[in-house]
């Protein structure tokens, strides 16, 4: 486990959100995010959702990253999907310095600001183990 985590996400950093990879969603995720936006979770998921068998991830926009990355930021921000939420607290990189430090190099909010419990940051972990079993078997 990684020891003496500082983080702060940093106003007007996108950097997450640009880096290759999906974001998968639990069913809550997709709800609220419909929600949000005031659709209804089947309009939401025929518009912005590829399912498969055992899960779902966003659509990715053929010359962008995500469909709710807009200059300003993220564009459902308040309704983000957890994976969202949760970074940098994902289980694969809290469980390893190297992974961490390689985050690091793109994420400026690593490092920087007050100490975070470990307890805070495991809780967002195990959420992602919860909502995505499949993962973290
Ligand atoms: S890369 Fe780090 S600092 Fe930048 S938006 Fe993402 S979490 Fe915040």
Redesign the pocket.
């Known amino acids: 486990m990684t020891k003496d985590l500082r ?4 106003p007007g ?5 640009r880096q290759q990879g999906f974001v998968y969603l639990t069913q809550a995720d997709l709800e609220r995010a419909a929600t949000f936006l005031g659709l209804k979770p089947a309009a939401f998921e025929r518009k912005y959702v590829y399912r498969t068998r055992h899960r779902m991830r966003l659509r990715v926009p053929r010359r962008a990253n995500c469909h709710f990355l807009h200059q300003g ?1 993220c564009g459902i921000h308040p309704a983000k999907p957890s994976q969202c939420y949760a ?2 607290f994902w289980p694969e990189l809290l469980g390893s310095r190297r992974a961490w430090a390689k985050t690091a190099r ?5 490092g ?1 600001g007050p100490l975070i419990q470990i307890a805070t940051a495991t809780a967002q972990a195990e959420e992602m183990r919860q909502g995505f079993p499949e993962q973290y078997r």
Not at 7 to 10: M, R
Request: glycine share 12%; charged share 10%; proline share 11%.
């Open positions: 983080f702060e996400c940093q950093c996108i950097e997450c959100c930021g970074f940098p793109y994420c400026p909010g690593i920087q």
